[in-house]
């Protein structure tokens, strides 16, 4: 991970003292097992240029987390994305020039704004190229993003998902690098430490003097607050965000927490958001939760359910409140969320209208329970994209003929729509998705399943509609077909 600050024109010499660090040493810290490194590469009054490198310890990353134990965590992109650990780590080493304040005697240069242009990366983003761009380009700045080639010797995507960056422009190095700690991790949308009030006060540190013109205000402080009290907490002391919130990749999760931890149906995903200019915004999950709830409701028989990926548990707690449901399993094969759930099921003990609490249970789609057998109803909420689609006819055969539900939800997300979202031909909603399939691609599929299982289905759509595209989820609802008796 990396930074490159050029300097180009009359005084550009300046800038090492802005950044007071001499052009003739080279700046080399290790610090909680981080090396980070500062060198000028050109030093002269026309042209200065300046690499700033990190190097975390890879199994520093991951010492001493929840998941430390967890294999994975030491295959991730973490050591190498420019995200907001980059920027804890150069944060000292650029103090002096973040903060404006060299030496007496180059103050006056502290609001000097030099030809400058600004590579980093790689930086790992769902963000759509133009929305990159446009982050950017209201700042004044020419952009370049570049793409690496992959080639792979089976079928994956042919493009990288990570992108290089490269900004021209005229600006001060005290705000080219405050916008810089401020959008990167915009761009990467993942934060490695607890999300507080404080990151509000970094907010209007780094943000003064442009960000209250920067028409994309509301992505940057959602993205960067996450929390939804956050995001309130920050709209009492600004005002609103009247910015409509872009359909991209809003939030990672609802909650911060450990993304292993949590279930492919909590995650939250490209189509965070579904907007309608005349309502207030409301999230695509929430009305998948609500579509799923109202078909519960009206079925005849709904006494035992069971929620399958149910992940922090928030679609089975929305399904206790139903009248005649006796019993709700709520599976999950993560034993972060199965306790995020427990936790939830916990607060609503003695509510109100609760008709039946949850139980948390750990289970899987691949292996066979037979506590699953012969249910009223059985969900998939945004489950099947996560699986490979070589593997789910052999897991949807489980389902349909061995745990025969009564009735069987799916959804999913409809691939013609992730065009209205101005999202790139090959990209998913989400990093985790192994396909995203078109409403005739999943009407076929439905129909081969339904077929073999003695079911029959329909299909609806979840979401604003947009004519040629339908709505972003698709819902598919199975209905065992009564046994014909010799």
């Given at each position: ?32 097992g981080v090396r980070v490194r500062m060198v000028y590469t050109k030093a002269s009054e026309e042209e200065t240029e300046v690499l700033i490198h990190a190097e975390p310890d890879p199994v520093d990353l991951v010492r001493g987390t929840p998941d430390g134990y967890d294999i994975t965590q030491y295959i991730n ?36 704004a030099f030809e400058l242009e600004l590579k980093f990366g790689p930086v790992a983003s769902d963000l759509p190229d133009r929305v990159v761009e446009e982050l950017f380009s209201c700042l004044g700045y020419d952009i370049t993003v570049e793409r690496g080639e992959s080639a792979y010797s089976f079928d994956l ?64 402080v959602r993205r960067t607050l996450h929390f939804a009290e956050l995001i309130r907490t920050y709209e009492r002391q600004h005002g609103a965000l009247d910015d409509q919130p872009l359909r991209v990749g809003q939030q990672r999760r609802e909650a911060q927490g450990d993304q292993k931890g949590e279930s492919k ?222």
């Amino acid at each position: 991970m990396h930074l490159i600050l050029k300097a180009s024109g009359v005084n550009a010499g300046v800038v090492s003292h802005l950044l007071a660090k001499n052009p003739n040493s080279v700046y080399d810290r290790t610090d909680k097992g981080v090396r980070v490194r500062m060198v000028y590469t050109k030093a002269s009054e026309e042209e200065t240029e300046v690499l700033i490198h990190a190097e975390p310890d890879p199994v520093d990353l991951v010492r001493g987390t929840p998941d430390g134990y967890d294999i994975t965590q030491y295959i991730n992109d973490r050591e190498f994305v420019t995200s907001s650990l980059f920027c804890s780590y150069i944060r000292n080493a650029l103090g002096t020039a973040l903060n404006g304040k060299p030496k007496e005697d180059y103050v006056q240069w502290v609001d000097h704004a030099f030809e400058l242009e600004l590579k980093f990366g790689p930086v790992a983003s769902d963000l759509p190229d133009r929305v990159v761009e446009e982050l950017f380009s209201c700042l004044g700045y020419d952009i370049t993003v570049e793409r690496g080639e992959s080639a792979y010797s089976f079928d994956l995507k042919n493009r990288s998902t990570v992108r290089h960056i490269t900004l021209r422009g005229k600006q001060t190095v005290q705000q080219a690098l405050r916008q810089l700690f401020l959008l990167i991790p915009v761009l990467d949308n993942y934060k490695h430490y607890f999300i507080s009030e404080d990151e509000i006060d970094k907010i209007n540190r780094y943000g003064e003097g442009w960000l209250d013109v920067h028409p994309l205000k509301g992505l940057i402080v959602r993205r960067t607050l996450h929390f939804a009290e956050l995001i309130r907490t920050y709209e009492r002391q600004h005002g609103a965000l009247d910015d409509q919130p872009l359909r991209v990749g809003q939030q990672r999760r609802e909650a911060q927490g450990d993304q292993k931890g949590e279930s492919k149906s909590d995650q939250a995903t490209t189509e965070e958001v579904t907007v309608d200019s005349s309502e207030t915004p409301v999230r695509l999950n929430d009305l998948r939760y609500r579509a799923i709830t109202d078909i519960v409701a009206s079925l005849p028989e709904k006494r035992r359910i069971v929620d399958m990926g149910a992940g922090e548990g928030k679609l089975s707690a929305r399904l206790a409140y139903i009248l005649g449901v006796e019993s709700i399993l709520a599976v999950e094969p993560s034993g972060q969320s199965r306790l995020r759930a427990m936790e939830r099921f916990a607060k609503m003990q003695d509510r109100a209208g609760v008709q039946a609490m949850p139980e948390p249970m750990l289970g899987s789609l691949f292996y066979f329970d037979e506590q699953l057998q012969h249910q009223d109803v059985m969900i998939l909420c945004e489950v099947i994209e996560h699986i490979e689609a070589y593997r789910l006819n052999g897991i949807m055969e489980t389902i349909l003929k061995e745990y025969r539900p009564q009735v069987l939800l799916v959804t999913t997300p409809n691939k013609e729509y992730n065009e209205v979202y101005a999202m790139e031909q090959e990209q998913f909603r989400h990093h985790d998705h192994r396909f995203e399939w078109t409403r005739e691609e999943f009407n076929g599929r439905c129909a081969e399943w339904a077929e073999k299982g003695n079911y029959d289905y329909e299909i609806r759509g979840i979401g604003e509609e947009k004519e040629g595209y339908g709505q972003p989820t698709q819902l598919a609802m199975f209905t065992r077909r009564k046994e014909e008796h010799v």
